[in-house]
């Protein structure tokens, strides 16, 4: 049985310091911006940022392979992630869609047996 | 409003947060389990390992400093490049400000406690629906409820049985694809449609850049690029009211 250890001082110091620094970034507009009317420019900044930077967070991770961007390799994943995005659109919802999208990837990676 | 019907209203926008975010599960399941195990390996020890998982509740940052620990970088390096990977969430701050206008001192702190890509996303998805508008704040904490004991436990099963799934399951792919499809169904206007492309060429163009801060960048140029389209389409609608 591991019943586990507690490692050094030091990670502890790590663990806080992620730890609080990260809720302090989470707190910050939400706590600063409490009450306060924002410019409607700026909202609008904001409805753009979303769809922005989520973007900007998946198609690396959509088009790279173990660290690198690789089209020949990725092109399964790339149709996949069409197609649950083309569904999500014509059927919202979150299950069917992400189902749709692995079972697509693999029937596209045995067709090609990758 | 009776208290009565209004706490079952509460009750069901709890349970419709749960529901959201149930088909997110496996997306949890590699990464957290790879972030355990990496606790462990950079010297946190099974129970710091999990306490991060916990506390932190941010994948790619605890990733990111298990990496500089395990490298020996030095403490302050290694949380501070952590915290920049996690500076994206000052822009769901900013973005889930307005939608909680009425919201107290204390509900704020939960807002922001629970505040991860998959929780934020979710909550703009019931919002462009409509949906529980009275009680939002129970939905993203159903959305909490599911989601954060989840990732702890990956983490832990990671940290403690160094358990590792096989690779040809994909199964990590879960996460862009939950990302996509959530995203989607909120593209509403051009601008926004606009944003997303220019914001995802800049993100894999400026991918390279350290602690994923081209992430900020590419965020900040996909929104530039929206509102230029925004700015456009308006003034040529005026031109055009103008020429009628």
């Known amino acids: 049985m591991n019943w586990g250890g507690f490692g050094s001082v030091d990670g502890w110091l790590a663990i806080l310091g992620l730890s609080v620094g990260t809720f302090l970034i989470r707190y910050s507009f939400i706590g600063l911006l409490a009450g306060k009317r924002l410019p409607p420019r700026f909202e609008r900044a904001l409805q753009l940022a979303v769809p922005a930077i989520f973007a900007a967070l998946v198609l690396p991770l959509i088009l790279m392979q173990a660290g690198q961007f690789d089209l020949q390799a990725?092109?399964?994943?790339?149709?996949?992630?069409?197609?649950?995005?083309?569904?999500?659109?014509?059927?919202?919802?979150?299950?069917?869609?992400?189902?749709?999208?692995?079972?697509?990837?693999?029937?596209?990676?045995?067709?090609?047996?990758? | 409003m009776s208290e009565g019907t209004d706490n079952a209203a509460a009750r069901a926008a709890y349970l419709a947060?749960?529901?959201?975010?149930?088909?997110?599960?496996?997306?949890?399941?590699?990464?957290?389990?790879?972030?355990?195990?990496?606790?462990?390996?950079?010297?946190?020890?099974?129970?710091?390992?999990?306490?991060?998982?916990?506390?932190?509740?941010?994948?790619?940052?605890?990733?990111?400093?298990?990496?500089?620990?395990?490298?020996?970088?030095?403490?302050?390096?290694?949380?501070?490049?952590?915290?920049?990977?996690?500076?994206?969430?000052?822009v769901y701050s900013a973005a889930i400000s307005p939608r909680i206008a009425g919201a107290t001192r204390k509900e704020r702190l939960l807002w922001a406690a629970f505040l991860v890509d998959q929780t934020f996303i979710s909550n703009e998805a019931r919002h462009q629906r409509g949906e529980h508008q009275q009680h939002a704040l129970a939905f993203y904490l159903g959305c909490a409820t599911m989601l954060w004991p989840w990732?702890?436990?990956?983490?832990?099963?990671?940290?403690?049985?160094?358990?590792?799934?096989?690779?040809?399951?994909?199964?990590?792919?879960?996460?862009?694809?939950?990302?996509?499809?959530?995203?989607?169904?909120?593209?509403?206007?051009?601008?926004?449609?606009?944003?997303?492309?220019?914001?995802?060429?800049?993100?894999?163009?400026?991918?390279?850049?350290?602690?994923?801060?081209?992430?900020?960048?590419?965020?900040?140029?996909?929104?530039?690029v929206g509102m230029l389209v925004d700015a456009i389409m308006t003034s040529r609608q005026s031109h055009n009211e103008a020429a009628k």
């Open chain 2, 17 to 90: 947060g749960i529901r959201e975010t149930f088909a997110l599960i496996p997306s949890y399941v590699p990464f957290g389990l790879v972030c355990g195990v990496a606790g462990v390996q950079a010297g946190l020890g099974e129970w710091g390992a999990v306490a991060l998982a916990a506390f932190a509740f941010a994948g790619s940052s605890q990733a990111v400093l298990t990496q500089f620990l395990s490298s020996g970088a030095p403490l302050l390096i290694a949380v501070l490049s952590g915290l920049v990977v996690n500076l994206r969430m000052a």
């Open chain 2, 151 to 224: 990732w702890v436990l990956m983490n832990a099963i990671g940290a403690f049985a160094g358990a590792k799934l096989p690779a040809s399951w994909q199964l990590e792919f879960t996460i862009p694809l939950s990302f996509v499809v959530m995203v989607v169904p909120l593209l509403k206007s051009r601008g926004q449609a606009v944003a997303a492309i220019a914001g995802g060429a800049a993100g894999v163009l400026l991918y390279a850049m350290p602690l994923k801060t081209g992430l900020i960048a590419a965020c900040v140029f996909g929104t530039c």
């Open chain 1, 74 to 114: 990725r092109w399964p994943h790339i149709v996949a992630a069409i197609i649950a995005g083309a569904y999500a659109w014509w059927r919202r919802g979150m299950f069917v869609p992400l189902l749709v999208g692995m079972v697509a990837l693999h029937v596209l990676l045995l067709l090609t047996g990758k």
